[in-house]
């Protein structure tokens, strides 16, 4: 499973940062008349990084990949942002494109498809039909059948309209 093969890669990335942090910071045994080499990143930088890796692989174990896809792309943004030497931005920069490209949010749930549309309105036209069926048959017994009246006039032709009070 994906979940579980990020959980391992975000502590890696967090661990290593922390690592390199602490590693930077130096310890020496003696005097050296050379400068100290500056941390290849700044501890708040790391724990930011890493805070980020473990929302990243807290997403996943709990099944939220969209989040986590989220968190990834927070990661790659904050991994550009941050102050720190080459190598380590590389490889950490690889890492977290890496996490970009693999956890994505799952496609949308595919259109329904014509048919069934095509059968629903196939249906409503039966529906329609039936009803117009049954209004024949309740309709008058014999006699003259009147011409249904056009709507909007009505039933008078235009031109044809009598006014109250003309004789007709």
Request: hydrophobic content about 25%.
């Amino acid at each position: 499973m994906k979940r579980k093969r990020w959980k391992p890669a975000a502590g890696a990335i967090a661990l290593g940062l922390v690592g390199l942090t602490l590693g930077a910071c130096g310890s020496g045994e003696g005097e050296t008349t050379t400068q100290p080499q500056p941390p290849p990143i700044s501890a708040a930088s790391a724990n930011d990084l890493a805070s980020l890796s473990d929302e990243i692989a807290t997403d996943l174990d709990a099944g939220e990949t969209c989040s986590a896809a989220y968190s990834a792309d927070d990661l790659k943004d904050a991994v550009e942002a941050t102050r720190m030497s080459a190598p380590l931005r590389s490889a950490v920069a690889e890492v977290s494109d890496r996490l970009v490209d693999e956890v994505n949010c799952p496609p949308p749930p595919p259109p329904p498809e014509p048919e069934k549309e095509e059968k629903k309105n196939e249906e409503k036209e039966k529906k329609e039909e039936e009803g117009n069926e049954n209004k024949d048959q309740r309709g008058d017994e014999g006699g003259d059948e009147e011409k249904p009246k056009p709507p909007g006039h009505g039933g008078v032709p235009p031109g044809q309209a009598k006014l109250k009070g003309e004789d007709g």
